[in-house]
């Protein structure tokens, strides 16, 4: 089968009960660069995000401001949908989980679940954290304590709930992980989920009484429950793209390549693809996972006074700052860390000087010495990159693309082509313009990583124009 000329990728929705965090940021920003790559490779792509807007914990936060939970989560939503301009995110789609049309699928996608056979009614008496809303088994505490929560009360909840079938999915999940060696990338965490698979599926719970928690999409034929939050937000995925009424559509664009955090890596690559077999659906393309930004190490928190707010960042140093401080400096796949010190040093060194330095210098001497734009062709990506964001490391893909900033810079050095113009004037014009197509190659990857900054570079070749600084020395 040929392969299609569609992707569709997609983030995990934020759930938003607070503000986008260094997390969210370091997420949209590595989907965005494989969204703009795979654009410019002449791929349709959809790109999709949005908000996670049910559950208790949403419905508890809107109780302590005094305001509706539909209130709540339409002020907190707007938040979001205007990071992705502060970001310069390419997103196609922006679904909350609110949206009338989410709601029906998720619904649809119950009902289809149910008539399989995988949902069921039992009594249950679980430990539960409000912090992830997300039951927790005695293994998974600390003290009592939820590690990822610290000093948040574990709850007990007891009551009667409808329960997916997880359980019957252990096999099928196996093979699906045995038939798709890179179904979820890096592989440190595609053993680390099929070794959770292997240990063994209990089923969970996918309800609520009403009553406690209103605050959830109606359970299909049972007026006494709302959906668990989980359930009805993973089906975004699926009713992003049309899922159940417009199945050209979802035909098009289906399997997803997803994005998520490794705090994710259970719900994505085993739950959300154990409810796809239930629903009779093909399973994702892949799902890739990116660890936390760390603080000195530590996670970041505000109890600990560490977090360092994204917007913040944006707005002294400008989003491509930020955008490469995320791409190059956090590991694409593991934990990565963020200070003030350590975000300077870096702007210093490979922005201000690095990039921008090297236009400076080759657009000067190309203002000076070239009598007209030099004639411009781009070379394309080299394979050394696109190898690199094949197998989603930007990252490594980014590291490329400063090798070449530096080669060109240290080019320079060699032929210093200032000297040579005065000494001969056609030669030295001749690797002026070398140079400045180089640049304009480097640009047109750039793009890819720091879309504003690479613009700006392309404006001043093509105009033959020393451009101002593009990053100020901090
Ligand atoms: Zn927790």
Redesign the pocket.
């Known amino acids: 089968m040929a392969e299609k000329n569609a992707v569709y990728l997609t983030t995990t929705l934020p759930y938003v009960n607070g503000k986008p965090h260094m997390g969210h940021a370091l997420e949209f920003v590595q989907a965005d660069v494989i969204a703009r790559y795979k654009r410019a490779q002449g791929y349709e792509v959809f790109f999709n995000t949005g908000t996670d807007e049910h559950g208790l914990k949403i419905y508890r936060m809107a109780e302590e401001e005094g305001i509706s939970p539909e209130e709540y989560v339409n002020r907190n939503a707007k938040v979001f949908d205007t990071f992705r301009d502060k970001l310069q995110l390419s997103f196609d789609n922006f679904i909350r989980t609110t949206d009338p049309h989410h709601k029906a699928a998720a619904q649809a996608f119950w009902t289809t679940c149910f008539k399989n056979g995988d949902i069921y009614k039992k009594m249950y008496s679980v430990k539960y954290?409000v912090?992830?809303e997300?039951e927790k088994t005695e293994s998974e505490l600390v003290n009592s304590e939820?590690p990822?929560?610290p000093g948040?009360k574990i709850e007990t909840i007891e009551e009667e709930n409808y329960f997916f079938r997880f359980s019957k999915y252990e096999k099928p999940l196996l093979e699906l992980y045995a038939r798709q060696p890179g179904f979820v990338i890096p592989e440190s965490r595609m053993k680390e989920i099929t070794k959770f698979v292997e240990g063994g599926l209990k089923d969970f719970s996918i309800s609520r009484i009403k009553e406690k928690m209103p605050w959830g999409v109606a359970v299909p034929n049972d007026d006494r429950h709302a959906m668990y939050v989980w359930f009805d937000a993973l089906v975004n995925y699926i009713s992003a793209i049309g899922w159940p009424t417009d199945m050209e559509r979802f035909n098009r664009w289906w399997p997803v390549v997803q994005f998520a955090g490794k705090d994710n890596l259970r719900q994505q690559s085993a739950m959300w693809q154990a409810m796809l077999f239930s629903a009779g659906l093909p399973p994702s393309k892949k799902i890739i996972i990116h660890g936390f930004v760390t603080s000195k190490g530590q996670k970041m928190s505000k109890s600990i006074g560490n977090v360092v707010d994204p917007l913040a960042v944006v707005e002294e140093y400008g989003v491509d700052a930020l955008r490469y401080y995320l791409v190059r400096e956090i590991s694409t796949f593991e934990d990565g860390d963020f200070t003030d010190e350590q975000f300077k040093e870096a702007y210093n060194a490979n922005l201000a000087n690095g990039i921008g330095n090297l236009t400076a210098r080759i657009m000067k001497m190309a203002e000076t010495h070239l009598e007209r734009p030099a004639s411009l062709q781009a070379q394309g990506f080299s394979s050394t990159l696109t190898d690199a964001l094949e197998a989603y490391d930007v990252q490594r893909a980014a590291n490329i693309l400063w090798e070449d900033i530096g080669n060109l810079d240290r080019y320079i050095q060699e032929t210093q082509p200032f000297k040579l113009v005065k000494e001969d004037r056609e030669k030295g014009v001749a690797v002026i313009e070398k140079l400045v197509m180089d640049l304009y190659t480097i640009a047109s990857m750039l793009v890819l990583f720091l879309p504003e900054t690479a613009e700006k570079i392309k404006t001043a070749i093509e105009s033959n124009k020393m451009p101002e600084a593009l990053f100020v020395r901090k």
């Open positions: 954290c912090g992830c997300l939820c990822m929560h948040k």
